[in-house]
């Protein structure tokens, strides 16, 4: 590689490492410019779109790369996770992924991903078998046994799973922590509450140890943004009406807030459309909005129409027909003040729920890094709290435009709990089929989703009670 060659690589992996996206496209595609032959580079290319939520150039790049590539396997599988997580297209990632498996039966990625894949659609037993292939080929594949451990219905065989595994003790620090956390929640549907908070509490140290200094959590950082952003939205903005302000519909909240079922339940309405976690809105605030909140108040209406229209053609990509298209991405509860900025008309759904049963579930769950407040119980209570000052004061500016979901509420009687949702979209409440086939689940919530109504997690830290004293301390309880 040339010496200019070099250099811009080294530009677009800095720009990468810092999730600069736009940047990151921008030298990659100077690079495929000069080097347009190579495989490698394209598929770097792709990596960097996708990260810039160019879906459909992500998908061209990653065939550009195949053509150049003689273990194409890799970009067929980075072309499946795009069409099943950013798309929604389940047929046609999974035709990817089987002409990955096809080329190289052996290559794990592929297998894994088809399980994932199967998990979404509700297709327990294949994604089973798709686990199992992974750990005939890679006996020490962590995340493989920590489903097959999530998907054992006899929590008592996902444990014995587990434990097994565990005894090799040859796991990274990282593996460790995720066979943990499946033997911890195996552990806690066998209702063995303590053994199940030992075992959480030593993954989510493992996962502090682990996390990048960028994203640890900073209370006082924390509580800075929350001043800011009720300072930078102090009234509803005043903006100009953009056109199909009420077909994106915004659900947030805490994660663990049941977001997945109300997301899951409003689709059953012949208008509403579930695309799940999408990612345009944090994009938007990190990529093209810094300094951000503000940034905000000083944007063009040419700027905000062209954020808009960003927007909107995700939505399209996703459910190009739809009148009104769910957006789950629950903390976007930060940027409520951005939304309806962008869509003045747009409805929020708060999802709610008692914050010490999101507590104990969050604390239960490995997030990925950027939930920074997660592995702690401490910071936990800290980061519901500087949820209730924002979302008291979002509730104030803009009123009934926001409406609140409340879990317990939905699982007693769900058509009755989101008849005020539909009715703010203008739809009919009584158009809400219960009986309706639910769509792909992309969440962690899938399988619980998918289950019949129950109140069975209502109350669920109350089996933790003597180990929630941090949470409730700083929830002032």
């Known amino acids: 590689m040339k010496e200019d060659e070099t250099d811009l690589a080294t530009l677009a992996m800095r720009a990468l490492s810092e999730a600069r996206m736009t940047d990151a496209v921008r030298h990659f595609r100077e690079i495929v410019r000069l080097i347009p032959d190579s495989g490698a580079n394209w598929f770097n290319l792709g990596f960097a779109l996708r990260g810039a939520r160019d879906f459909d150039g992500a998908l061209t790049a990653y065939a550009r790369s195949i053509e150049f590539d003689d273990r194409p396997e890799g970009a067929l599988v980075n072309r499946a996770v795009i069409l ?87 796991f990274s620090q990282e593996d460790a922590a995720d066979l943990e956390f499946a033997l911890a929640n195996a552990l806690d549907r066998a209702g063995r509450y303590d053994e199940a908070f030992m075992v959480v509490t030593r993954a989510n ?110 939505l399209d990509r996703v459910a190009p027909d739809a009148p009104h298209v769910t957006d789950k991405r629950c903390d976007n509860f930060l940027h409520i003040g951005l939304i309806k900025t962008l869509f003045p008309d747009a409805v929020i759904v708060h999802t709610a729920r008692d914050e010490l049963d999101i507590a104990l579930s969050t604390y239960f769950l490995d997030f990925a890094e950027p939930i920074s407040y997660s592995t702690s119980l401490p910071d936990i209570g800290h980061y519901l709290i500087q949820y209730r000052r924002l979302m008291a004061h979002w509730e104030r500016v803009f009123g009934e435009s926001i409406v609140r979901v409340d879990y317990e509420a939905l699982v007693r009687d769900p058509q009755a709990t989101l008849a005020p949702v539909l009715r703010a979209l203008s739809l009919d409440p009584d158009q809400l089929d219960a009986a309706a086939a639910m769509g792909a689940i992309r969440t962690p919530s899938a399988w619980a989703a998918r289950k019949q109504l129950h109140g069975g997690s209502i109350g669920r830290w109350r089996n933790y009670a003597k180990h929630m004293g941090p949470v409730r301390q700083a929830l002032g309880m």
């Open 84 to 170: 099943k997580d950013d798309l929604g297209r389940m047929d046609e990632a999974e035709a990817e992924l089987r002409r990955a498996i096809e080329l190289a039966p052996r290559f794990v990625p592929a297998l894994f991903n088809l399980g994932l894949l199967h998990e979404v659609v509700g297709r327990r037993e294949e994604a089973r078998a798709n686990y199992r292939e992974v750990v005939a080929i890679d006996p020490l594949h962590a995340q493989a046994h920590a489903r097959l451990a999530a998907l054992e219905e006899d929590p008592q065989r996902g444990i014995a799973h587990v434990v097994g595994v565990l005894r090799t003790g040859r």
């Open 205 to 314: 140290e493992r996962k502090t140890k682990l996390r990048r200094p960028e994203f640890r959590y900073d209370p006082a950082a924390h509580e800075r943004l929350i001043d800011a952003l009720i300072a930078a939205f102090p009234t509803a903005p005043i903006v100009s009406p953009g056109r199909g302000d009420q077909r994106p519909v915004f659900i947030c909240g805490m994660f663990r807030s049941g977001s997945t079922v109300t997301e899951q339940w409003l689709a059953r309405h012949p208008q509403v459309v579930a695309a799940g976690e999408l990612e345009m809105i944090p994009l938007f605030v990190r990529e093209r909005l810094q300094p951000y909140p503000k940034s905000v108040a000083s944007l063009s209406e040419g700027s905000l129409r062209r954020l808009r229209a960003d927007y909107l053609k995700v």
